[in-house]
């Protein structure tokens, strides 16, 4: 607090500052969240029918910025495929990289504004990163 009154900030950079501060803390807990509803799915999967490989990181691009998530990696038995249980729990692409949200605010965007560019503009302004 002291550093807003002795660097004389004005509203508009104090407003920018705490927004993008409440972005980083919004985006950790997704992460949290994420990982731990990956947890519970590791734990109440069909283990004869799931077998755990490994744990894979991905970048997820997200309106509070990027998150990386790190969920399980399994192959299906049954299926004979590779899957991330996440993935299909959220009904989501995760190599995909790019939530749902955020990709449907860019098109919202994209499909009301002057031009694609002029929406890409917008939503960094927004998001205060490329997307």
């Known amino acids: 607090m002291q550093d807003y009154i002795?660097?004389?900030?004005?509203?508009?950079?104090?407003?920018?500052?705490?927004?993008?501060?409440?972005?980083k803390q919004y985006g950790h807990l997704l992460q949290q969240v994420l990982e731990e509803i990956d947890r519970t799915l590791a734990e109440q999967r069909d283990k004869k029918r799931y077998a755990l490989k490994d744990k894979r990181t991905i970048r997820l691009q997200t309106l509070f910025g990027e998150v990386e998530v790190k969920r399980n990696y399994y192959f299906d038995r049954e299926k004979k495929v590779y899957t991330s249980l996440l993935d299909v729990f959220l009904q989501f692409d995760g190599a995909h990289g790019v939530s749902p949200?955020?990709?449907?605010?860019?098109?919202h965007l994209a499909v009301t504004g002057s031009s694609y560019r002029q929406a890409a503009q917008s939503l960094e302004k927004l998001v205060g990163m490329h997307v």
């Open 101 to 107: 949200l955020l990709e449907e605010t860019a098109i």
């Open 6 to 23: 002795t660097n004389g900030l004005t509203l508009k950079e104090i407003e920018q500052s705490l927004f993008r501060h409440m972005q």
